[in-house]
T-cell receptor, first 114, second 112 residues
Framework: KAGVTQTPRYLIKTRGQQVTLSCSPI?????VSWYQQTPGQGLQFLFE???????NKGNFPGRFSGRQFSNSRSEMNVSTLELGDSALYLC?????????????FGNGTRLTVT | TQLLEQSPQFLSIQEGENLTVYCNSS?????LQWYRQEPGEGPVLLVT?????EVKKLKRLTFQFGDARKDSSLHITAAQPGDTGLYLC????????????FGIGTKLQVIP
């Protein structure tokens, strides 16, 4: 069974630009969560989608948005990039996204904003 | 303020040594999960502890859930370089569809 796939692995963008990251979950998983990981803050929850609906949202500005498609693939978009958006963005899929259902992570997209 | 406090945040030890890392909170959890993240990869679930006082073993790793279900520990016996990584504890509140929240992690380096 293929794992969670995130593309691209690395991105370098300039302040003010926008970026779109992609995540393909494990086949059959309907929940997709996004996290931002930085050395100082650790893993911070961005949002979670289930069956194309945003079910949970973290405390990030509106510049961070996402969506999920009918095949459960998900994208997140960051507009008007700031230097502080430089981070590792991790996507995780889960069968149902509740209880003790584990998160299965991709290897992330490393975003650098210059 | 992190709801889950992990300590120590950094640990560098020699191969063969034992170590314990901690995950503490003032809140009571229905369960806690431990993940390990190796450099360049995403976190991978190691174990879920559910019952207060529960002890689970995974080869040389021993996980314990506190009796009051507010804390957990991970003990590694005879650490090996392959144990190097970031150890994260995490919880998801029960009821509805809740997000999974992570502690900041313990970064472990095992020197050969």
């Amino acid at each position: 069974k293929a794992g969670v796939t995130q593309t691209p692995r690395y991105l370098i963008k300039t302040r003010g630009q926008q970026v779109t990251l992609s995540c393909s979950p494990i086949s059959g998983h309907r929940s997709v969560s996004w996290y931002q990981q930085t050395p100082g803050q650790g893993l911070q929850f961005l949002f979670e989608y289930f069956s194309e609906t945003q079910r949970n949202k973290g405390n990030f500005p509106g510049r961070f948005s996402g969506r999920q498609f009918s095949n459960s693939r998900s994208e997140m978009n960051v507009s008007t990039l700031e230097l502080g958006d430089s981070a590792l963005y991790l996507c995780a899929s889960s069968l149902e996204g509740q209880g003790n259902s584990p998160l299965h992570f991709g290897n992330g997209t490393r975003l650098t904003v210059t | 303020t992190q709801l889950l406090e992990q300590s120590p945040q950094f640990l560098s030890i020699q191969e063969g040594e034992n170590l314990t890392v901690y995950c503490n909170s003032s809140s009571v959890f229905s369960s806690l999960q431990w993940y390990r993240q190796e450099p360049g990869e995403g976190p991978v679930l190691l174990v879920t502890v559910v019952t207060g006082g529960e002890v689970k073993k995974l080869k040389r790793l021993t996980f314990q859930f506190g009796d009051a279900r507010k804390d957990s520990s991970l003990h590694i016996t005879a650490a090996q370089p392959g144990d190097t990584g970031l150890y994260l504890c995490a919880y998801r509140f029960s009821g509805g569809y809740q997000k999974v929240t992570f502690g900041i992690g313990t970064k472990l380096q095992v020197i050969p």
